[in-house]
């Protein structure tokens, strides 16, 4: 199961995805959140079918539902003194004490319904997958309380509240050392001709270098600020793809101006969306990528193997962006600006695509060390050790 963000998402479809193809007739259920339900529905349907129906592409009969669970994250923001809650008063109010009550709640109805779903001998999973976040806590503490073995998969370098509690009995951690990051086939390294059609699909100049920003589904205020900011010296030397995010897109509309098009084709360097559903293809035609600092992004974007400079938000819990993109500019990998110098000096970002757009040697330096740390078999060792440590539930039924 996954949910709470797409970070959490795809890893485990990649998962479900290997389950199917080493055991075809294993009956999977896909745990979400109400914000993710309809997401997982529509890329699950490209691997398997609901209950009891035959697969038309295949011919086998495969299981696997979608299912909605109840769950509650609890709000913090690291790095905060109390001076800082006392300046977001407001924020604060909202977002934490009234965020951390519906939190609560949330948490609570996800243990009731979580143990009348696997209490049953017909309901109950042989082994369950939890893919960080905290989507997973309840599910993780009734399996633990039926006695369920669980696997925990954690990307970040530094590990988030829910998954800290479930590690302490789980049947097994997998983590970027031991399994790797699982991430869709789909993100893999495009020829140079290929990426010149991507350029073409998208309606870029194939000559022309592209930069793409993207702050993950939702998308990056600060970002998208930083953006606007700089636009207008980013389109002397580049072409540009922005992923506004869907709950900040409204938010940048004037950007359209910049986006124009004649019939039918884009006529100008420049293209915005809310939200694209072929990532893979979008970051492949790029020639540089500007993302947050998550996990799973960062792998795919080690399996495209780009040009890529991080800008982590520090105020996530554990600083984990910040500790995930530090480690790889230790290693060469990556370029990093930090989300507050970014704020208050758009022109770094500027200074730094302009760069890497000017430098193929450097993007091709970066880009290599960066695919190094791409472990492309994460997905089929995670399915083999949930179809081990299911088979070891089903023996001592």
């Known amino acids: 199961m996954g949910g709470g963000s797409g970070g959490h998402i795809t890893p485990a479809v990649a998962v479900v995805r290997e389950i199917l193809k080493i055991s075809p007739r294993t009956r999977v259920e896909f745990w979400t959140d109400r914000k993710y ?6 890329i ?24 909605k669970v109840c769950a509650g994250k609890f709000h913090r923001y690291a790095g905060w003194k109390l001076a800082d809650y006392f300046k977001n008063f407001g924020t604060t109010l909202k977002d934490i004490i009234w965020g951390n009550i519906c939190g609560f709640c949330g948490f609570m109805a996800g243990i009731v319904q979580s143990f009348f779903r696997m209490v049953g001998k017909k309901t109950r999973p042989d082994v369950v997958f939890l893919k960080g976040g905290f989507v997973g806590l309840p599910v993780g503490l009734i399996a633990r309380l039926l006695k369920i073995p669980y696997v925990v998969h954690e990307s970040d370098a530094v590990p988030g509240l829910a998954n800290r509690v479930l590690m302490k009995h789980a049947s097994f951690v997998c983590n970027p050392e031991n399994t790797g990051i699982p991430v869709a086939p789909e993100f893999k390294k495009v020829s140079a001709s290929r990426q010149k059609a991507l350029k073409k699909a998208f309606g870029f100049s194939e000559e ?6 993207t702050g993950g589904s939702q998308g990056a205020k600060h970002m998208n600020e930083a953006m606007r900011e700089i636009l207008p010296e980013m389109l002397k030397f580049t072409s540009v793809g922005l992923v506004a995010g869907r709950e900040r897109y409204e938010e940048m509309v004037d950007l359209k101006k910049y986006e124009n098009w004649d019939k039918a084709k884009l006529a100008s360097d420049f293209r915005m969306w809310a939200f ?6 979008l970051m492949g ?20 193997e780009k040009a890529v400079i991080l800008v982590p ?16 500019v230790e290693m060469g990998a990556v370029m990093m600006i930090g989300d507050e110098r970014m704020s208050e000096q758009p022109g770094m970002l500027l200074q730094a695509a302009q760069k890497l757009v000017r430098s193929p040697k450097l993007r091709k330096e970066l880009a290599e060390k960066l695919h190094a740390t791409y472990r492309p078999d994460a997905a089929k060792k995670i399915a083999e050790i949930l179809l081990e440590k299911g088979a070891g539930d089903v023996k001592k039924k």
């Open 313 to 328: 938000f520090e105020k996530l819990p554990g600083s984990h962006q910040v500790k995930n993109a530090e480690r790889l």
């Open 37 to 42: 339900y309809k997401n997982v529905v529509k």
């Open 285 to 304: 035609a790029a020639d540089v990528v500007i993302s947050r600092a998550g996990a799973t992004t960062i792998a795919e974007l080690a399996a495209l």
């Open 44 to 67: 699950t349907t490209e691997i398997g079918v609901s209950w009891g129906e035959e697969s038309r592409v295949s011919g086998r009969r495969q299981y696997i539902q979608v299912r």
């Open 208 to 213: 022309r270098p592209l930069v793409v920003m």
């Open 276 to 281: 694209n559903s072929t990532m893979d293809e």
